[in-house]
């Protein structure tokens, strides 16, 4: 699932989710060990949180949307694998309350949480933080989570963010 959003993949036609190019993806159980691991088509993804019942696991942005993947998980038993669809994109914002519901976790320009209490000012610009964004240009070597230098990397087609205020 989403590790933002904690829903099954993104809205789609397919009734065991999807997964997009990137994405923070959660796995929740029991067990798993103290070095559990997830593949991706036999792939290892990394591993950004795990414990016991939670695994946390980026997906290889080599992954082309329009296919298909294995997914599995290695912890003190073999779960899997799952049959997922790849989408271009599959977002999902993180919340404040960690929890997948409520207000997300946005940031105003000057450093600020923002809330209906505290909103952004018109014109200046805020930081959502999300996952599931889909692949990035340049491409991220196999086992990156993120770009060495901080403009390094774009989104390969633009994805249009439309907000109403008020």
Do not use: H, W
Not at 30 to 35: A, E, I, Q, V
Not at 55 to 77: D, H, K, L, R
Not at 92 to 102: D, E, L, N, Q
């Amino acid at each position: 699932m989403n590790a933002a959003s904690y829903l099954a993949g993104y809205p789609t036609p397919f009734p065991t989710g999807a997964i997009a190019p990137g994405e923070i993806v959660t796995v929740f159980g029991n067990g798993f060990g103290s070095k559990p691991s997830v593949s991706f088509n036999g792939v290892p993804g990394p591993i950004v949180y795990a414990s016991n019942c939670q695994i946390n696991a980026v997906v290889p942005f080599e992954e082309a949307p329009g296919g298909s993947m294995y997914v599995s998980v290695q912890g003190t038993a073999m779960i899997g694998p799952v049959k997922l669809q790849v989408v271009a994109a599959a977002p999902g914002i993180f919340t404040s309350t960690g929890t997948g519901a409520g207000q997300g976790s946005i940031v105003n320009q000057d450093g600020t949480i923002n809330s209906a209490l505290n909103p952004a000012p018109a014109g200046s610009i805020v930081a959502v933080y999300m996952t599931g964004a889909g692949t990035l240009s340049p491409y991220l070597a196999p086992g990156l989570i993120a770009a060495r230098r901080r403009s390094m990397c774009r989104y390969r087609k633009t994805r249009r963010l439309e907000m109403r205020f008020g």
